[in-house]
């Protein structure tokens, strides 16, 4: 019976490994200069996409899930010490990747102390919930991350979608600061 066990248990763990996603070096990299971690979920489909070189914004990683109906894209901002401050960077971005039409609106939303420091562990952050531009997404909605922590920079996480789901929610709190 310990046999049995032992070898289920060490099948099942080989098994989560081998369906976890290889996050890749240069998004390693990415969040080694960041000083933050990222936990892909392993109770979904989610797969890495191919990112064109030509791009109306750029972005480091993205991930996709069919069973979630959700795109995840990934940009890391390591701090350079001459850059304007993270509300303002975040505020242009919203404007930059949000849709321009005059009956088109977005809502933006501080994170809390608890959320910032418990959850993220950033100095400052904001949700921005927005309709896209077609050139960014083909996606009818937005909901745009961003965190910032001194000395180690920004992200921001960009959940596009067509419909709301639990999902979204659930994965909000994919990344973080170390």
Not at 75 to 91: K, R
Not at 105 to 121: M, Y
Request: glycine share 4%; with cysteine; aromatic share 12%.
């Amino acid at each position: 019976m310990k046999i049995t066990l032992s070898t289920l248990l060490f099948s099942a763990l080989f098994l989560v490994q081998g369906f976890a996603q290889e996050i890749p070096l240069q998004v390693q990299d990415f969040l080694k200069r960041t000083g933050s971690m990222l936990s892909l979920p392993l109770d979904s489909d989610y797969k890495s996409l191919y990112i064109p070189e030509v791009l109306f914004q750029h972005y480091d990683y993205a991930i996709r899930s069919g069973k979630d109906e959700v795109e995840i894209r990934f940009l890391f901002l390591p701090e350079m010490g001459n850059e304007p401050f993270a509300q303002v960077n975040s505020y242009r971005m919203a404007l930059h990747i949000g849709d321009n039409e005059s009956n088109t609106s977005f809502t933006a939303r501080e994170l809390t102390e608890r959320e910032l420091k418990e959850v993220f562990n950033a100095d400052w952050g904001r949700v921005y919930i927005l309709k896209p531009k077609a050139s960014f997404s083909i996606q009818q909605h937005c909901r745009f991350l961003c965190l910032h922590k001194q000395d180690q920079g920004m992200i921001c996480v960009f959940y596009l979608f067509d419909k709301p789901s639990m999902a979204i929610d659930q994965r909000l709190h994919m990344v973080r600061y170390q």
